[in-house]
């Protein structure tokens, strides 16, 4: 009885973990295996905790850009006085596996003609 | 709406914890720190009302964990919304932050129901919605991080 009691809990916990589907930004599980290029107007720009983001508007489309936590972010030279809207960024990276994901991380972000190595290990040729 | 948040991002001591290299992890593991207490002890209290633990009497347990429980809610709203803060319009605009405090209602509101109700079978009930809430609160807060 007390067994069956414990079991009936269990399995009422494991039915309310909603079905999230899995959205799993931190580190690089989440992301192809290649390099993948994007070329953006900047929406906004955020240098903050827990890390930092640039949305960028390609073809009429905006992209969730990650980057690093501030930390490495700042060190890379990026801060959130680099860029401002309109401007025009290229960002080095790896792209979500889901296609229809506009979402990308970054590990080299090109400011008119200046380059941001915010995963500096992860930067080809580096 | 929108200018209040931001007017909030703007507070000098939001700003800092925006960039800080310490003061956001410490912020955010005594986040950590608060649910755990908060949901183990909620937990054991739950438990304890349905009659799976038996091993302690009822009064002094709950004595003991309501404390604890408090305790640790009381820290996680403050230490919450330090970090929701820091990124206001975004965490406002995520409709799983929304989830997350309308489930945080909900427990809390069987918490007031379990409070006032005195019948035996009820107030296993509302434990057993308890136990299934608190740590679906838990599950959401941490997929929160991976969305925004
Ligand atoms: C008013 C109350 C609360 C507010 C405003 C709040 C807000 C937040 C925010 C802004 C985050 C950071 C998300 C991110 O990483 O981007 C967070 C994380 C989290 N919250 Fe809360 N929270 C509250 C109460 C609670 C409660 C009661 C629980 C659990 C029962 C909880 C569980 C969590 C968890 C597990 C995390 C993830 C921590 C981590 O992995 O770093 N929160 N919360």
Redesign the pocket.
């Known amino acids: 009885m007390r067994r069956l009691r414990i079991l009936l809990l269990a399995m009422a916990l494991g039915a309310a973990m909603p079905v999230l589907p899995a959205l799993a930004h931190h580190g690089w599980a989440w992301t192809e295996e290649e390099l993948f290029e994007l070329t953006g107007t900047v929406k906004s720009v955020f240098v903050g905790n ?1 890390h930092a983001t640039l949305d960028l508007e390609v073809e009429g489309v905006v992209w969730r850009v990650e980057l690093a936590p501030p930390g490495p972010t700042v060190a890379s030279g990026f801060t959130e006085e680099t860029v401002k809207p309109g401007d025009e960024v290229v960002a080095l990276g790896n792209r979500s596996l889901d296609p229809n994901e506009k979402r990308m991380k970054a590990v080299r972000v090109t400011v008119g003609g200046k380059a941001y190595d915010i995963y500096p290990t992860r930067v080809p040729a580096n | 709406m929108e200018t209040l948040l931001g007017s909030i991002e703007q507070l000098a001591l939001i700003k800092a914890l925006k960039t800080s290299f310490f003061a956001y992890p410490v912020v ?1 593991a005594l ?2 720190l608060a ?1 755990g207490g ?2 183990t002890s909620v937990i054991l209290m739950d438990l304890r009302v349905i009659g799976v633990i038996r091993s302690i009497d009822e009064q002094s347990l709950m004595r003991l964990l309501r404390r604890v429980a408090l305790g640790g ?1 009381g820290l ?2 403050l230490t ?2 330090l ?2 803060a820091v990124r206001a319009t975004d ?1 406002a605009g995520m409709p799983l932050f929304w989830i ?2 309308g489930l ?1 209602g909900v427990a809390g509101l069987n918490f007031l129901a379990f409070s006032l109700l005195r019948a035996e079978g009820m107030r296993r009930i509302l434990a057993g919605v308890s136990i299934v809430l ?1 740590p679906t ?2 599950l959401v ?2 997929f ?2 991976f969305v ?1």
Do not use: E, S
């Open positions: 827990p | 955010n986040h950590i649910v908060l949901v809610f996680a709203v919450g919304a970090m929701f965490y997350k405090l945080i608190w609160v838990l807060g941490r929160l991080g925004l």
